[in-house]
């Protein structure tokens, strides 16, 4: 998202979570706020996006998301589900729709990102946790329960 933004690109949020909205828009510079669950905002975003980048990480529909883009839209899946995503071929065709995918660069390209990050002041959320807070850590995660990365602070204090 605040990759998007410093690149000047108009960042639409799309969430299962309509509590995400608010910090979406104004912290992290999202120009709209799309909850994917809300069949009417599903309907009234449909054929509006050029391109989607999908970063969730376990299995669900991405025929909406599908739906969502415009013609020669493009959805990038960058999250890795551990079971198959289910990938109708019939929108695709009818719609010019492209289905790809991104994983991690070479040293060249993060550096590359880094450099940006540095010019642009884009930096990580995190949530720090002390290393006696790991448990707790791990129901939180199976609960959806968190909102950044979790960093573990294994100094010796």
């Known amino acids: 998202m605040k990759f998007a933004k410093a ?20 912290r992290l510079g999202a120009y709209s706020f799309l909850v994917s669950h809300d069949p009417n905002q599903m309907q009234v975003a449909m054929g509006t996006m050029d391109g989607i980048i ?30 198959p995503l289910e990938l109708p071929v019939f929108p695709l065709l009818m719609g010019r729709k492209i289905v790809d995918r991104s994983g991690i660069g070479g040293i060249k390209e993060t550096q590359e990102m880094i450099d940006f990050a540095a010019k642009h002041n884009v930096t990580a959320d995190i949530e720090v946790i002390p290393i006696d807070y790991v448990n707790t850590t791990m ?17 010796i204090h």
């Open 139 to 155: 129901e939180r995660l199976v609960k959806a329960d968190i909102r950044y990365r979790f960093m573990i602070d294994i100094g």
């Open 54 to 83: 999908d970063t969730v990480s376990v299995s669900h529909p991405i025929l909406p998301l599908i739906g969502l883009l415009k013609s020669h839209g493009k959805l990038i899946l960058v999250g890795a589900s551990e079971k």
């Open 7 to 26: 690149l000047g690109v108009e960042v639409t949020m799309i969430s299962t979570f309509l509590g995400k909205k608010k910090e979406a828009v104004e």
